[in-house]
């Protein structure tokens, strides 16, 4: 069973920083992500991470937040730094199968950004 749990969001002030973790089991995922989205707005792509350490970005968050994979623990990261009023959303764990191209879902989190 194919299960990805996220932990770590919260309420901050802008400026400030928070980590995100999501842990996986049931697969070893080809790629896996951090997807956000905010009320009225499409979901969009915050950072993808493959087997072999390669990561891409969104535009939005270039410079300001970094994704990294522990494969031995089935988790990856989102350490977001600088944050913005903008970036408040519900993040999204993603993880692609490459055996089945499937991709699964976590619940998401809710990352809230202050003023």
């Known amino acids: 069973q194919v299960r990805l749990v996220e932990s770590g969001g919260g309420l901050v002030q802008a400026g400030g920083s928070l980590r995100l973790s999501c842990a996986s089991s049931?697969?070893?995922?080809?790629?896996m992500g951090w997807y956000r989205q905010a009320p009225g707005k499409q979901r969009e792509l915050v950072a993808e991470?493959?087997?072999?350490?390669?990561?891409k970005y969104g535009d939005s968050v270039k410079g300001r937040f970094a994704i990294s994979r522990s494969i031995g623990k089935n988790t990856v990261y989102l350490q977001m730094n600088s944050l913005k009023p903008e970036d408040t959303a519900v993040y999204y764990c993603?993880?692609?199968?490459?055996?089945?191209?499937?991709?699964?879902w976590g619940q998401g989190t809710q990352v809230t950004v202050s003023s």
């Open positions: 991470i493959s087997l072999s350490g390669s990561a």
């Open positions: 049931g697969a070893i995922f080809s790629t």
């Open positions: 993603k993880g692609y199968d490459g055996r089945i191209q499937r991709d699964y």
